[in-house]
């Protein structure tokens, strides 16, 4: 069973990606079924209950660890805010009481290494195209995208800071 650390050995490296929940729940995914840590998705509602604020749909992870039951989970903040507790990162369920995590499993498609890559390395940067078998769609035409730079525009969380808003969807072709 492994420790906290040794999973946020794995996670914190990617804490500054440009995805939201459900691309860093799959880079998350890869990397933990790499390590071979068994742990399990899920899609559902966050909610602080310190301050009333919940939100929907969002995915995390959650690990049995040495030290207890822990959640994977980088992108609260974004949709919650920083302040009253709302945690960031592997913590244990144990530490935010406070937090409600209500969800149903959902399988994570083990996506290839190129993918993966793409996805840390060239996702919201650059005008990398994607890897064969991976295209991006805009999100709001659904119109398919040759990059995923991010538009000169803001989206406002419903409770946080402004966050830059990518304009492409990575999707498998199957």
């Known amino acids: 069973m492994p420790t906290l650390a040794e999973i946020r050995e794995i996670t914190d490296q990617y804490a500054e990606c440009h995805l939201e929940c459900g691309g860093m729940s799959l880079v998350f995914h890869f990397y ?25 749909p969002h995915i995390w992870i959650e690990v049995s660890t040495v030290e207890g039951e822990a959640v994977v989970d980088y992108r609260a903040h974004m949709w919650l805010g920083t302040e009253n507790r709302t945690p960031h990162g592997v913590f244990l369920k144990s530490d935010y009481p406070h937090m409600s995590y209500e969800g149903k499993v959902k399988e994570l498609p083990l996506r290839p290494l190129s993918h993966i890559v793409y996805m840390v ?35 406002r969380s419903p409770y946080g800071p402004q966050v830059p808003f990518l304009p492409a969807i990575a999707r498998e072709i199957k």
């Open 121 to 155: 390395d060239h996702f919201g940067y650059d005008d990398t195209p994607p890897p064969p078998g991976l295209i991006l769609l805009d999100p709001f035409t659904g119109q398919r995208v040759q990059n995923s730079r991010p538009l000169p525009y803001q989206r």
């Open 32 to 56: 933990l079924c790499n390590a071979a840590i068994p742990h399990v998705a899920y899609e559902g509602t966050i909610h602080n209950q310190k301050n009333g604020r919940e939100f929907t």
